[in-house]
């Protein structure tokens, strides 16, 4: 377990370094997104710059100055994340379910980790078009830049298989909402390792993180990144960092789907007691995994934060429970002041 000088040194980069880093990096796109013609799209992209700023000050913990000093990292996080957050804006009660729609949009996603590939016309089962190239500058923005990742050959595959995973989750879990359980459950059986004990709501959450992209480019800073370094890492993040991220994440926004009418992981759990129970048991498993990588501390002290940030929620607050108060202590010290300030640093 991380010691709390490293834990503070990391939160001190955050806060001093890092969140100001995605403010100012947002600025551009903010002011991009301002100019799409179609008024929909462009409500659509400003609302998710705004209300998913987060995601980018989240993921951006990958990015302060003692794990990427010249400050690389954030020149794919922001416009990768923005294109992630975009989409998923412009597809959850989107004017089109069919999943040729899905699928075309977020190959956006794929080609943008991808650079030798060819762009597409990722709006051409979409009813609305015109964007002004929003989407693909965010695509060109995002591969420009792995080319300040030496070590990127490295990590190339693995990174593949995560954003295509990510893909297949956007695809079923925005589908007609019928069909979006059984393909979830059919597609569980399909990719999932029996050995991993998950469900397949748990499988899906895991699939839902961006994480694990952004760790893997750390360590594509280095030039030659093992293969044994690699699949640590992934291993890691894709499902434990992963599931443990998107089942906070539903887990803050349980009475908000509900109202909404949208699909949301945590509610299959039985009951709150056992949704609790599951994230913790991904929790142990995430510390276990990360036992015999170097950075350890560091991996853990993400996950830590993730119990802290997300739960310091005040749709969670404000209806603060027994079962909230005990997923809040699996992380103990460090996620408790991370939770405090956390709380202190949003707005009220």
């Not at 990590?155 to 879990?173: F, P, T």
């Not at 995994?289 to 993730?306: I, T």
């Amino acid at each position: 377990m991380g010691t709390w000088r490293q834990s503070w040194q990391w939160g001190r980069e955050y806060f001093r370094d890092v969140r100001p880093g995605v403010v100012q990096g947002l600025a551009p796109l903010y002011t991009r997104a301002q100019n799409i013609p179609h008024p929909q799209l462009r409500e659509q992209a400003l609302s998710s710059l705004v209300t998913k700023q987060f995601h980018c000050e989240g993921g951006g913990v990958f990015s302060g100055p003692s794990r990427d000093p010249a400050r690389r990292l954030l020149s794919f996080l922001l416009p990768y994340q923005t294109l992630c957050d975009y989409l998923d804006t412009v597809t959850d009660r989107g004017p089109s379910q069919d999943s040729n729609n899905l699928r075309q949009l977020h190959q956006a996603l794929i080609d943008a980790v991808q650079p030798q590939h060819a762009l597409h016309d990722y709006y051409a089962y979409h009813p609305h078009q015109g964007d002004g190239g929003y989407l693909i500058s965010l695509v060109e923005d995002a591969r420009a830049s792995l080319t300040q990742f030496p070590g990127y050959h490295a990590v190339r595959s693995a990174i593949r298989e995560l954003v295509e995973l990510y893909v297949d989750l956007q695809v079923y879990k925005h589908g007609p909402p019928a069909e979006r359980v059984p393909q979830l459950s059919q597609w569980f059986v399909q990719k999932a390792s029996p050995e991993t004990g998950l469900t397949w709501w748990e499988f899906a959450a895991a699939s839902g993180s961006t994480l694990g992209i952004f760790a893997l480019l750390n360590l594509a800073l280095e030039p030659d990144p093992t293969p044994e370094q690699v699949q640590a890492v992934a291993n890691l993040y894709f499902p434990w960092v992963g599931a443990l991220h998107i089942l906070l994440d539903y887990y803050v926004d349980q009475e908000e789907d509900q109202e909404g009418g949208d699909l949301n992981f945590v509610a299959y759990y039985p009951s709150a007691k056992h949704a609790v129970q599951g994230i913790r048991r991904i929790y142990r498993r995430l510390f276990e995994a990360a036992q015999n990588l170097p950075d350890r501390a560091f991996h853990q002290y993400v996950a830590q934060g993730l119990l802290g940030f997300y739960l310091s929620d005040r749709k969670v607050r404000r209806h603060l429970s027994s079962p909230t108060l005990r997923l809040l202590s699996t992380g103990g010290a460090v996620s408790l002041g991370i939770y405090f300030a956390a709380i202190k640093g949003r707005s009220p």
